[in-house]
Protein backbone atom coordinates (compact mmCIF):
# COMPACT_ATOMS: atom_id res chain seq x y z
CA UNK A 1 0.00 0.00 0.00
CA UNK A 2 2.83 2.22 0.85
CA UNK A 3 4.79 1.73 -2.26
CA UNK A 4 1.40 2.06 -4.57
CA UNK A 5 1.22 5.42 -2.34
CA UNK A 6 4.78 6.73 -2.96
CA UNK A 7 4.97 5.86 -6.92
CA UNK A 8 1.37 7.62 -7.40
CA UNK A 9 2.81 10.65 -5.38
CA UNK A 10 6.40 10.70 -7.70
CA UNK A 11 3.49 10.60 -10.60
CA UNK A 12 1.87 13.48 -9.34
CA UNK A 13 4.60 15.64 -9.10
CA UNK A 14 6.42 14.77 -12.91
CA UNK A 15 2.88 14.99 -14.10
CA UNK A 16 2.32 18.25 -12.97
CA UNK A 17 6.08 19.35 -13.59
CA UNK A 18 5.24 18.27 -17.24
CA UNK A 19 2.03 19.86 -17.47
CA UNK A 20 3.89 23.34 -16.80
CA UNK A 21 5.74 23.20 -19.81
CA UNK A 22 6.39 21.45 -22.59
CA UNK A 23 8.90 21.00 -25.34
CA UNK A 24 9.64 24.18 -27.82
CA UNK A 25 9.14 23.45 -31.20
CA UNK A 26 12.64 23.11 -33.53
CA UNK A 27 11.00 25.89 -35.97
CA UNK A 28 8.66 27.86 -34.06
CA UNK A 29 5.48 28.84 -35.84
CA UNK A 30 3.47 32.68 -35.87
CA UNK A 31 0.44 32.11 -33.57
CA UNK A 32 -2.91 34.77 -34.33
CA UNK A 33 -4.14 35.92 -31.43
CA UNK A 34 -6.69 33.68 -30.22
CA UNK A 35 -3.97 30.93 -30.13
CA UNK A 36 -4.74 29.16 -33.48
CA UNK A 37 -1.83 29.15 -36.25
CA UNK A 38 -1.78 31.80 -38.28
CA UNK A 39 -0.80 30.22 -41.61
CA UNK A 40 -3.78 28.53 -43.94
CA UNK A 41 -3.51 24.84 -44.39
CA UNK A 42 -5.86 22.47 -46.11
CA UNK A 43 -8.62 20.59 -43.39
CA UNK A 44 -10.57 17.47 -43.89
CA UNK A 45 -14.20 18.40 -43.75
CA UNK A 46 -17.28 16.33 -41.69
CA UNK A 47 -18.02 13.84 -44.41
CA UNK A 48 -14.62 13.00 -45.80
CA UNK A 49 -13.61 12.57 -42.20
CA UNK A 50 -17.15 10.06 -40.76
CA UNK A 51 -16.24 8.24 -43.72
CA UNK A 52 -12.68 7.73 -42.49
CA UNK A 53 -13.42 6.83 -39.19
CA UNK A 54 -16.52 4.42 -39.90
CA UNK A 55 -13.95 2.43 -42.45
CA UNK A 56 -11.40 2.65 -39.62
CA UNK A 57 -13.51 1.26 -37.58
CA UNK A 58 -15.31 -0.39 -39.10
CA UNK A 59 -18.48 0.98 -37.77
CA UNK A 60 -21.82 2.16 -39.30
CA UNK A 61 -21.22 5.82 -40.86
CA UNK A 62 -23.97 6.66 -38.69
CA UNK A 63 -22.30 5.92 -35.87
CA UNK A 64 -19.28 7.34 -37.18
CA UNK A 65 -20.57 10.72 -38.06
CA UNK A 66 -22.44 11.13 -34.47
CA UNK A 67 -18.81 11.07 -33.34
CA UNK A 68 -17.17 13.22 -35.82
CA UNK A 69 -20.58 15.71 -35.66
CA UNK A 70 -19.78 16.29 -31.69
CA UNK A 71 -16.14 17.19 -32.10
CA UNK A 72 -16.35 18.64 -35.42
CA UNK A 73 -19.27 21.22 -32.94
CA UNK A 74 -16.26 21.56 -30.50
CA UNK A 75 -12.74 21.65 -32.86
CA UNK A 76 -14.11 22.72 -36.57
CA UNK A 77 -12.46 20.63 -39.12
CA UNK A 78 -8.81 19.01 -38.63
CA UNK A 79 -5.83 19.28 -40.83
CA UNK A 80 -4.68 15.64 -40.47
CA UNK A 81 -5.28 12.46 -38.50
CA UNK A 82 -2.75 9.62 -36.93
CA UNK A 83 -4.31 6.35 -37.16
CA UNK A 84 -3.11 3.44 -35.24
CA UNK A 85 -3.73 1.04 -31.96
CA UNK A 86 -2.46 1.20 -28.77
CA UNK A 87 -2.36 -0.69 -25.24
CA UNK A 88 -2.66 0.13 -21.99
CA UNK A 89 -3.61 -0.62 -18.37
CA UNK A 90 -4.31 0.77 -14.49
CA UNK A 91 -4.85 0.12 -11.08
CA UNK A 92 -4.68 4.07 -10.12
CA UNK A 93 -1.49 4.70 -11.73
CA UNK A 94 -1.63 3.93 -15.39
CA UNK A 95 0.54 3.49 -18.73
CA UNK A 96 -0.13 3.89 -22.37
CA UNK A 97 1.01 3.07 -25.63
CA UNK A 98 0.66 3.32 -29.24
CA UNK A 99 1.70 3.23 -32.78
CA UNK A 100 0.31 4.77 -35.85
CA UNK A 101 0.46 6.98 -38.95
CA UNK A 102 0.46 10.79 -39.44
CA UNK A 103 -1.76 11.50 -42.45
CA UNK A 104 -1.96 15.39 -43.36
CA UNK A 105 -4.46 17.04 -46.07
CA UNK A 106 -1.75 17.81 -47.64
CA UNK A 107 -0.24 14.86 -48.32
CA UNK A 108 1.98 12.39 -47.24
CA UNK A 109 2.35 10.11 -43.68
CA UNK A 110 4.85 9.76 -41.40
CA UNK A 111 4.78 6.84 -38.48
CA UNK A 112 4.38 8.32 -34.98
CA UNK A 113 4.52 6.66 -31.36
CA UNK A 114 2.90 7.97 -28.47
CA UNK A 115 3.30 7.00 -24.53
CA UNK A 116 1.98 8.31 -21.37
CA UNK A 117 1.21 7.75 -18.08
CA UNK A 118 -2.35 8.50 -16.57
CA UNK A 119 -3.61 9.49 -12.16
CA UNK A 120 -6.78 8.01 -10.98
CA UNK A 121 -9.21 5.50 -9.53
CA UNK A 122 -9.82 3.53 -12.83
CA UNK A 123 -8.76 -0.07 -12.64
CA UNK A 124 -8.74 -1.92 -15.47
CA UNK A 125 -6.96 -2.79 -19.18
CA UNK A 126 -7.67 -2.33 -22.55
CA UNK A 127 -6.05 -2.83 -26.30
CA UNK A 128 -7.97 -0.66 -28.36
CA UNK A 129 -7.59 1.22 -32.21
CA UNK A 130 -6.94 4.48 -32.30
CA UNK A 131 -8.53 7.55 -34.60
CA UNK A 132 -6.45 10.98 -33.45
CA UNK A 133 -8.01 14.29 -35.02
CA UNK A 134 -5.17 17.02 -35.77
CA UNK A 135 -5.82 20.26 -34.92
CA UNK A 136 -3.54 23.53 -35.47
CA UNK A 137 -0.92 21.47 -36.80
CA UNK A 138 1.49 24.27 -38.57
CA UNK A 139 2.66 23.11 -42.04
CA UNK A 140 6.05 20.93 -40.44
CA UNK A 141 4.69 17.85 -39.02
CA UNK A 142 7.59 17.39 -37.13
CA UNK A 143 5.75 19.80 -34.58
CA UNK A 144 3.48 16.90 -33.46
CA UNK A 145 6.36 15.67 -31.63
CA UNK A 146 5.61 17.33 -28.02
CA UNK A 147 3.87 16.81 -24.94
CA UNK A 148 -0.31 16.61 -24.58
CA UNK A 149 -1.80 17.36 -21.50
CA UNK A 150 -5.25 16.20 -21.24
CA UNK A 151 -8.15 19.21 -21.10
CA UNK A 152 -9.87 18.89 -17.82
CA UNK A 153 -13.76 17.79 -18.55
CA UNK A 154 -13.48 16.66 -21.93
CA UNK A 155 -13.41 13.33 -21.87
CA UNK A 156 -17.04 11.60 -23.01
CA UNK A 157 -18.74 8.30 -24.71
CA UNK A 158 -20.72 9.44 -28.30
CA UNK A 159 -21.60 6.85 -31.15
CA UNK A 160 -20.25 3.76 -28.97
CA UNK A 161 -16.52 5.21 -28.92
CA UNK A 162 -14.66 7.60 -26.18
CA UNK A 163 -13.18 10.97 -26.98
CA UNK A 164 -11.02 12.66 -25.08
CA UNK A 165 -9.20 16.37 -25.68
CA UNK A 166 -5.19 17.02 -25.30
CA UNK A 167 -3.59 20.06 -26.37
CA UNK A 168 -0.14 22.15 -25.98
CA UNK A 169 1.13 24.89 -27.62
CA UNK A 170 -2.38 25.89 -29.89
CA UNK A 171 -2.11 21.73 -31.31
CA UNK A 172 -5.09 19.83 -30.29
CA UNK A 173 -5.69 16.02 -30.33
CA UNK A 174 -9.08 14.45 -30.59
CA UNK A 175 -8.27 10.46 -29.74
CA UNK A 176 -11.15 8.66 -30.82
CA UNK A 177 -10.80 4.83 -29.17
CA UNK A 178 -12.57 1.99 -30.10
CA UNK A 179 -11.91 -1.59 -28.35
CA UNK A 180 -12.02 -3.78 -24.77
CA UNK A 181 -12.19 -1.98 -21.41
CA UNK A 182 -12.57 1.84 -22.28
CA UNK A 183 -11.05 3.87 -19.46
CA UNK A 184 -12.46 6.97 -19.47
CA UNK A 185 -12.73 6.58 -15.71
CA UNK A 186 -11.44 9.47 -13.40
CA UNK A 187 -8.05 10.19 -14.38
CA UNK A 188 -5.20 12.55 -15.36
CA UNK A 189 -2.60 12.20 -18.18
CA UNK A 190 -1.22 12.95 -21.09
CA UNK A 191 0.13 12.16 -24.00
CA UNK A 192 3.90 12.35 -25.33
CA UNK A 193 4.18 12.30 -29.60
CA UNK A 194 7.40 10.63 -30.65
CA UNK A 195 9.35 9.95 -33.76
CA UNK A 196 10.50 6.91 -32.37
CA UNK A 197 9.26 4.00 -29.74
CA UNK A 198 10.38 4.37 -26.17
CA UNK A 199 10.12 2.70 -23.16
CA UNK A 200 9.79 6.02 -20.85
CA UNK A 201 6.68 7.41 -20.67
CA UNK A 202 7.23 10.64 -19.48
Known sequence: MRSAITAAATLSA?????????????NPQPLATDGVYSE??????QAETAEAVADFFGVTSEAAATTV???FADQGRPVGYIAGQEASGA???GLR???GYLTLKTGGAQEVYWQGPSL????GGDASRVFILVYNLPPDPNYIYRRYPGVEGSAYL???MSVKYLSADGVTLAPIRSGAGLRLGANVGYLVISPEKRINPF
Do not use: H, K, W
Not at 14 to 26: E, G, K, Q
Not at 120 to 123: A, I, N, Q, S, Y
Open 14 to 26: LFMAACASSPPPA
Open 40 to 45: EVDTFN
Open 69 to 71: ERI
Open 91 to 93: IGV
Open 97 to 99: YGQ
Open 120 to 123: GFDV
Open 158 to 160: VGG
